[in-house]
């Protein structure tokens, strides 16, 4: 081994980081071990190197270890190096290479997407090392691997990813072949992801898949047959594939030619598909986030969460796919315990009812419903989980008052999959239905199956084909029976959910809303956004003391000190509205227990298992905090000083306070990151206490440390679910903190305009206005030039008020209108009312440039726009000089240019689609509404120049359908015909015709083709030159 450089510092080379965030323990490990190779070789010649690591690996497991992890480290991380560490790595490990196994199977699982692209490319040439050495336990990585590449991902990382493996997988087939569960994941894995890969571009990717699906389906297809009915689920999905549609005929009329073990498709489709192979389809990440939301959150405060989760992975029409993958995830691996059940938390049902309502296509409903009734449909008590049956049977149950619509949809669905699932299997698959309702009711999930299937809420078709099918469950409820509390399991969880089903796919919360605001003018559904209505609270204490057992009694005594002093302060227990000038006493005593409570935290001996239960504890004895208004009435240094002096914000204090590389400035902040899971407002109460507190003046990127300690780890998606909380909660705090937000975090605000229709959807005409004024005055910029045009597409979806708020904003910024005229190509004159309004305002006081002309231009034509033909006659009236020069531009421009050359125009110019017979008609129309004025523009020469330029060419359907705007190129031409001719005469020329002035249109023709072709080389003087000169006439003989 060479000798390696003195620096051994690994920092940012492995994982994306910044100057904010912790040192990764893992990457410091790694770094140490670095440090260990760099030490026992540096300035040594390769042999001595060896012979120097060699010798430590054999001194014990520990030195070992570091050898080898600091080869393993320089591997990922020096790719001109690889080589020669993989050699020694194999050289000198003593394990088999059990501890890379394992810190590559925990970068897999924990580090993947914060590696850098070096790193990871790395990280995938070194599998493909191990799998041509034949490590044993490489199977079990690359399965990891291969649980990496996600579904419903089309973007450039996630496709490269997929390819690489893939080809790992073929190049060393004859290895896959002797692990049959590395055989059956990678089989499922691929015939999952040949439905994403249907594109053109995507077509060669997806025939080396379906070639290697094929391949091992018809050599190894007894391997595969553990994968159970999910197998043919997948198979359906790929079916027209020609290849596929080949093996779909022998598996249904010659089984035995796949495997003389198999004997038709029944044993698929009766086999329950295991864990592995449904979890196999989720990235880690997902898997993590939707755990969390099923273990974590309670049942109405989701959706925040369910925002995050589809803006990260559902945003994409390619993403469609996926819903299918977590739907058959959510029933088949999630499986929360009875305690889980009986409590507040998310249930799965609900995740379940918002995917499907989150479906944009037929196709992606459709599968998703089939995903959800799969294991109905031939379900066997002895072999199935009630479980995995379970989510459907609620999601109708708690969406008929709510959402009646998807209890429909889905009850249709149910009846009509038993006779067109599979027709030669309708017995089967009606028995299997009929399994289920009968299960379900014996577990009792439901007590009766009629005040479902016989619903007045139900169209009366639809009820007759269940009485039809299911008569044996639309009879009427029996009497009510006594029921032992033995005979009750797991299931019994929806009676106590009955109040939360109005808001069971969102965190909406009782309000009225006006009639009118029912459907908006454009005939769409209003997005509700619903808040909560403010009252006195009245309710007991809550006991924490389940919590408070599991402190130490140190910190137990002291909790119990705060809360009795809260207590006390709240009059007996019995809470009124939060005051927030509270007494002085009171508040110095809270805050001196909260400091010694949060010194206790930064002691060395303190134990950070206890960091939840005291989490729980302080989010109970605070919550009145929580509900109340947290910006002061009237605004002042001393009104905002006196609101962060409050006991909650000691947390906040001691951690502005701090160094960074201190040790308690860490543990403050998993004290943080555990009390946000417990009390989410505790985000937007940070930046608050960061924006109003003179203590923490400068130090606003703090949030971002807190950020990547929660359970999120991500800045934008933390920042983004704080401002949906505080817009929720106060409106006035929101705009309050709105300056702060834009200035302090520029590359999470201004990228999109997702915090931006938080704000315009809620303020009101008086905060629109504040906001303008921070705008002009410069403390805020809420647009910058290369996101604007992106940012006003989005808002053209928001409501009005919102679309109006957005404008004005905009234009209280200083960007150029011609950053953002592009817009012009996406608006539709009976859709985009309110942008084309203001457009117009703002164009009419703008000299057209030719950008502009060119825009306006390619709108299309139609009697009741009058968005173009308004403009041109305003700029006629003002600009008419300017205005005939960029007409005749794009006149000439548009007549000569070739076929061939348009094909070859700038994206911009194929999004305008301008066409020559565009600019006529609005010519035209330009030339109606100014009959009977004084205006003279197209007396003008360049436009009378242009029209006969395109005159001379076009054809007769375009020469009888513009007649009257030609009319006045042929007036024009014949005044400057006469006194051609004298001049030709007094120059003892032979005389000509009328028809002779034709040689001289044509010089003019070419001259006016070379001027369009080299117009954007050449100035502006020498064109009117140019066109001075062919005014004239001269001969160029």
């Known amino acids: 081994m060479e000798a390696a450089p003195a620096k051994a510092k690994l920092l940012g080379r492995l994982l994306v980081s910044n100057q904010l965030d912790a040192k990764d323990e893992l990457e410091e490990k790694l770094e140490r071990c670095v440090g260990v190779v760099h030490a026992l070789s540096n300035g040594l010649s390769e042999r001595e190197a060896n012979d120097a690591l060699t010798a430590n690996v054999c001194k014990g497991p520990q030195q070992h270890d570091e050898v080898c992890l600091g080869l393993f480290a320089l591997l990922l991380t020096e790719p001109t190096q690889a080589q020669r560490c993989y050699r020694d790595l194999t050289l000198m490990n003593r394990d088999g290479m059990s501890v890379i196994l394992v810190k590559i199977n925990q970068i897999l699982m924990e580090k993947f997407l914060k590696l850098q692209d070096v790193a990871r490319k790395q990280l995938v040439w070194l599998v493909r090392e191990l799998v041509k050495s034949s490590v044993i336990g490489a199977d079990g990585v690359v399965m990891t691997l291969l649980k990496q590449i996600a579904g419903g991902d089309v973007s450039t990382k996630n496709l490269w990813l997929a390819e690489s493996v893939l080809d790992i997988l073929q190049e060393q087939k004859e290895w896959v072949v002797k692990s049959g569960m590395l055989i059956a994941m990678s089989v499922y894995t691929y015939l999952r992801l040949i439905v994403d890969h249907g594109t053109a571009s995507l077509l060669p990717l997806r025939q080396k898949e379906v070639d290697f699906c094929i391949s091992l389906l018809r050599d190894k297809f007894l391997e595969c047959v553990i994968m159970g009915r999910d197998l043919v689920r997948l198979l359906q999905n790929v079916a027209r594939i020609t290849e596929m549609d080949l093996l779909w005929r022998d598996l249904l009329h010659n089984p035995q030619a796949l495997s003389p073990q198999f004997t038709g498709i029944l044993q698929l489709l009766t086999a329950r598909t295991s864990r592995k192979f449904l979890a196999c389809r989720l990235t880690p990440d997902m898997e993590t986030k939707l755990l969390f939301m099923t273990s974590r959150v309670r049942f109405g405060q989701q959706k925040r969460y369910q925002d995050w989760f589809q803006r990260q992975y559902l945003s994409t029409v390619e993403s469609q796919s996926l819903r299918c993958d977590l739907i058959r995830y959510i029933c088949g691996v999630v499986h929360p315990s009875n305690e889980v059940l009986s409590s507040d938390i998310l249930p799965r049902w609900a995740i379940i009812g918002w995917l499907l309502t989150t479906c944009t296509s037929n196709v992606a409903a459709s599968n998703a419903k089939l995903a959800l009734f799969y294991d109905w449909l031939f379900f066997n008590p002895d072999k199935d989980s009630i479980m995995n049956i379970e989510p459907a049977i609620l999601v109708m149950h708690h969406s008929m008052k709510p959402h009646p619509a998807i209890t429909a949809t889905l009850l249709d669905f149910m009846c009509r999959i038993i006779p067109h699932f599979f027709p030669p299997l309708e017995v089967q698959v009606r028995q299997g239905v009929f399994n289920s309702l009968t299960f379900i009711m014996e577990k009792r999930v439901l007590a009766h199956l009629a005040p479902l299937f016989d619903n007045p809420k139900l169209d009366r078709e639809l009820r007759s084909m269940l009485r039809e099918r299911f008569p044996e469950f639309c009879s009427a409820p029996s009497p009510p029976m006594e029921v032992k509390m033995d005979e009750m399991t797991s299931m019994e969880m929806d009676n106590h959910m009955m109040d939360k089903e109005e808001g069971c796919y969102d965190n909406a919360e009782a309000a009225f809303s006006d009639d009118e605001e ?119 240094d001393e009104s905002l000083e006196e609101s962060v002096c409050k006991a909650v914000c000691l947390v906040f204090r001691n951690l502005v306070t701090m160094q960074e590389d201190n040790s308690g400035f860490s543990v403050l902040l998993d004290m943080l990151a555990e009390l946000y899971q417990k009390q989410p407002k505790i985000g937007y109460h940070l930046l608050y206490y960061l924006k109003a507190s003179k203590a923490a003046n400068g130090k606003m990127m703090l949030y971002e440390s807190f950020a990547q300690a929660t359970a999120l780890g991500d800045l934008h998606t933390c920042l983004m679910m704080d401002m949906k909380a505080c817009q929720e909660d106060d409106v006035r705090l929101l705009c309050y903190l709105t300056p702060s937000i834009y200035s302090e975090f520029p590359d999470e605000t201004l990228r999109s305009g997702e915090l931006l229709n938080m704000i315009v959807a809620v303020i ?235 040689p001289p249109t044509n010089e003019e023709e070419s001259a006016s083709s070379s001027a369009s072709e080299e117009e954007d080389s050449k100035p502006k003087a020498p064109k009117r030159k140019r066109k001075g000169s062919s005014a004239v006439g001269s001969d160029s003989d």
């Open 518 to 636: 029912e459907v908006n003018n454009k005939g769409k559904k209003r997005e509700f956004r619903f808040h909560p209505i403010r009252e006195v609270v009245k309710e007991e204490p809550a006991d924490i003391t389940p919590w408070l057992d599991q402190l130490e009694d140190t910190m137990k005594d002291k909790v119990v000190q705060l809360q009795k002093s809260r207590s006390d302060w709240a009059g007996g227990g019995l809470v009124t509205q939060w005051n927030l000038h509270l007494p002085t006493r009171d508040t110095e005593t809270q805050c001196e227990v909260m400091q010694d409570i949060v010194d206790l935290i930064l002691e060395d001996d303190f134990d950070t298992e206890q960091m939840s239960a005291l989490a729980s504890c302080l989010a109970e004895v605070f919550k009145e905090h929580f509900r109340g208004d947290v910006l002061p009435e009237d605004i002042t």
């Open 764 to 998: 009101d005409s008086t905060q629109l206005q504040e906001l303008m004024c921070h705008v002009m005055m410069g403390n805020l910029v809420m647009f910058r030039k290369d996101s604007v045009l992106n940012i006003l597409i989005q808002s053209l979806d928001w409501e009005t008020f919102e679309q109006y708020s957005t404008w004005q904003l905009f234009l209280a910024h200083s960007i150029p209108l011609e950053t953002i005229i592009g817009i012009l190509q996406h608006l539709k004159y009976k859709e985009h009312p309110e942008a084309l309004s203001c457009l117009l305002l703002q164009l009419r006081r703008e000299k057209p440039s030719e950008e502009m002309v060119k825009m306006v231009l390619s709108r299309p034509c139609h009697s009741e726009d009058q968005f173009t033909s308004s403009l041109l006659r305003h700029w006629a009236s003002k600009h008419d000089d300017t205005l005939a020069e960029h007409i005749k531009t794009q006149l000439i421009k548009n007549n000569n240019q070739p076929r061939k050359r348009q094909s070859l125009r700038s994206s911009s110019s194929k999004l305008a689609q301008l066409t020559l017979e565009q600019i006529l008609e609005h010519l035209d129309n330009l030339r109606l509404s100014l009959t009977n004025t004084k205006n003279n523009f197209f007396s003008q020469t360049p436009i009378l120049q242009a029209l006969q330029h395109v005159q001379a060419s076009c054809d007769e359907v375009h020469k009888m359908r513009f007649s009257e705007l030609f009319a006045l190129a042929e007036e024009y031409e014949d005044s400057q015909a006469k006194p051609l001719k004298s001049r030709r005469k007094a120059a003892a020329t032979s005389p000509r015709s009328r028809k002779g002035v034709a």
